[in-house]
């Protein structure tokens, strides 16, 4: 990795004295993030993002995993087979 000479290390270490290796490591990727969100609002700035409405969209299914609402306890087998019945009449 090329690192630009004008980076001061020892100006970082003062700046982050006290800081533990989450710390750096959460700095860093923040930096990261700005950098790209502001190289993407310069790009939205050139050429705005449209959607072509031109061409014949697909829905694409998609499944959620966790993050969504509480689930209820896994159903017993009885439990599942009363539902069934109770679905299908």
């Known amino acids: 990795m090329t ?8 100006e ?3 700046q ?3 800081f533990s290796g989450a710390d750096l490591q959460a700095l860093v990727y923040n930096a990261n993030l700005e950098a790209v969100h502001s190289l993407l609002d310069v790009q939205h700035e050139e050429k705005p993002l449209t959607r072509d409405t031109t061409s ?3 829905l694409i299914p998609y499944v959620v995993f966790g993050g969504g609402a ?5 159903r017993t087998r009885a439990e599942e087979a009363d539902y ?3 679905v299908s009449t």
Do not use: L, W, Y
């Open 12 to 14: 970082i270490a003062a």
């Open 3 to 10: 690192i630009s000479s004008s980076v001061d290390f020892d």
């Open 84 to 86: 069934q019945r109770r």
């Open 16 to 18: 982050t004295e006290g």
């Open 70 to 74: 509480k689930s209820k306890a896994p």
């Open 56 to 58: 014949n969209d697909e």
